[in-house]
């Protein structure tokens, strides 16, 4: 018969590993912690940044007594636009689509097109701005344009 020491060292060695496991789980940081601790951070920095960008004071209290920055402000009446501030509107409007349409003449988007364009979009109503700028990268998609900017096309 052979004695029984060489089972009772195997058992004696994995039952030493799983406590030596066990012990080093309960003494591992708690890495949800620290992700819970940035998430509030981060919130911190979303709550200032809301209450530093909300223009309506009944937001502000919202936001506070809520403790979070779920609240959005109610969507405010557009004002009413002079007239020379329309016409300053269709006028870039035009010379937007005045450059897209030079630009796929001569096939190509150059550096002074982009800046061009740029300084029109400025100027230009947010629904005239995404009009633009979706003629815009429907010719650069559709290669229409071969894009010659050393950085971004817009």
């Known amino acids: 018969m052979h004695p029984p020491s060489k089972p009772l060292l195997t058992l004696l060695l994995l039952g030493t590993s799983a406590t030596a496991f066990l012990a080093g789980r309960q003494t591992a940081p708690d890495s949800n912690e620290r992700i819970l601790q940035e998430?509030?951070?981060q919130r911190?920095?979303?709550?200032?940044?809301?209450?530093r960008t909300s223009s309506s004071p009944d937001t502000r209290c919202?936001?506070?007594a809520s403790g979070?920055?779920?609240?959005v402000a109610p969507p405010q009446p557009p004002a009413a636009v002079p007239s020379e501030s329309s016409a300053k509107s269709l006028a870039a409007a035009k010379e937007g689509q005045r450059l897209?349409?030079?630009a796929l003449r001569a096939r190509r988007w150059t550096s002074q097109d982009a800046q061009d364009f740029r300084d029109t979009l400025?100027?230009?109503t947010p629904d005239q701005r995404t009009e633009a700028l979706?003629?815009?990268?429907?010719a650069i998609n559709?290669?229409?344009l071969q894009v010659q900017t050393g950085g971004m096309p817009f």
């Open 44 to 51: 911190a920095v979303l709550h200032a940044l809301l209450v």
């Open 142 to 144: 559709s290669q229409a």
């Open 62 to 64: 919202a936001i506070a």
């Open 134 to 138: 979706n003629r815009l990268l429907t």
């Open 100 to 102: 897209v349409e030079a």
């Open 122 to 124: 400025v100027d230009m």
């Open 68 to 71: 979070t920055a779920d609240v």
């Open 39 to 41: 998430l509030a951070s």
